[in-house]
């Protein structure tokens, strides 16, 4: 063992390795390295220090090997966090991986850990049941509800599938609500028929879910179930809607007028 020189209170010897390793090649310096690396360590792939190998866990300055209960794998894991994770068709209880049981018309999820019903099966509890779905009706592929829709022409009601009456001058409509029915172009619903749209003289029909399915030409504006003529005012012009008038500059309106500002 090579001697410590104190020279001045302070030990040369060590101070003259510390230099040594500054200016040794790198591959002594690495030598040095990894001597500092614990049994089944290795050095960070990106920065400095080193990290457990797969299936080990750090414990103060080692690695100490992970204890893996059956039916589980080795993880990456940080110091404190057990470092396993059950196998597919496991999950974990009480630090066991148990069997996950699929009853019967169920799969194993994508995702290994839970199971879910065939299509046309619900869960229930811990089986699946067959959904029953009534006459003109089908399975649908939602994952909530009643798991069944009625056919073209049918809606709900209750448990069972209605057909819908559609009045003359109506056409079906899928929806979810609502009638299952819509009035053709220029019929308005009331009640259970379809009525045609009374258009008045210098009016026509607009396509609006709102409204009583009629506006007025350009120069008129409604009036309770007419279109009158819009009168303007002297210096007054029909405004950008087409059913008012506005001022023409620099006159302004007032008490329906076209007047010079003060």
């Known amino acids: 063992m090579p001697a410590t020189f104190i020279r001045d209170g302070r ?4 101070l003259a390795i510390s230099a040594m390793l500054i200016f040794a090649p790198n591959h002594l310096r690495a030598q040095v390295a990894s ?3 614990p049994e089944h360590a290795q050095a960070k792939r990106y920065g400095s220090g080193w990290e457990c190998k797969l299936g080990f866990q750090e414990a103060g300055s080692a690695c100490i090997s992970v204890k893996l209960p059956a039916n589980a794998y080795p993880t990456s894991a940080a110091h404190g966090q057990r470092g396993w994770e059950c196998s597919r068709g496991f999950r974990e209880i009480d630090d066991a991986c148990t069997a996950i049981l699929v009853p019967a018309n169920a799969f ?3 995702t290994g850990d839970r199971w879910d019903c065939e299509r046309g099966f619900r869960k ?3 089986s699946c049941t067959a959904i029953k779905v009534p006459r003109n009706g089908h399975l649908n592929a939602r994952s909530f509800g009643s798991g069944w829709e009625c056919n073209r022409g049918y809606q709900v009601s209750g448990e069972d599938c209605v057909a819908i009456t559609v009045p003359a ?3 079906f409509e899928d929806s979810s609500t609502g009638p299952g029915w819509k009035c053709e172009r220029g019929f308005e619903a009331i009640s259970d ?5 009374r258009i008045p003289e ?9 409204g009583n399915g009629w506006s007025c030409n350009r120069g008129y504006r409604r009036v309770n179930d007419d279109c009158r003529a819009i009168k303007l005012p002297e210096n007054a012009h029909i405004d950008y809607s087409g059913n008012d008038w506005a001022c023409s500059p620099p006159y302004r309106k007032r008490n329906y007028k076209c007047v010079l500002p003060e």
Do not use: K
């Open 108 to 110: 194993l999820s994508a």
């Open 193 to 197: 028929t379809c009525t045609a749209i």
């Open 35 to 37: 001597a500092e690396i």
């Open 11 to 14: 030990p040369w010897l060590a």
């Open 169 to 171: 001058n109506g056409y």
């Open 124 to 126: 229930s509890e811990d």
């Open 202 to 210: 210098n009016g026509y029909l607009v396509e609006a879910s709102y």
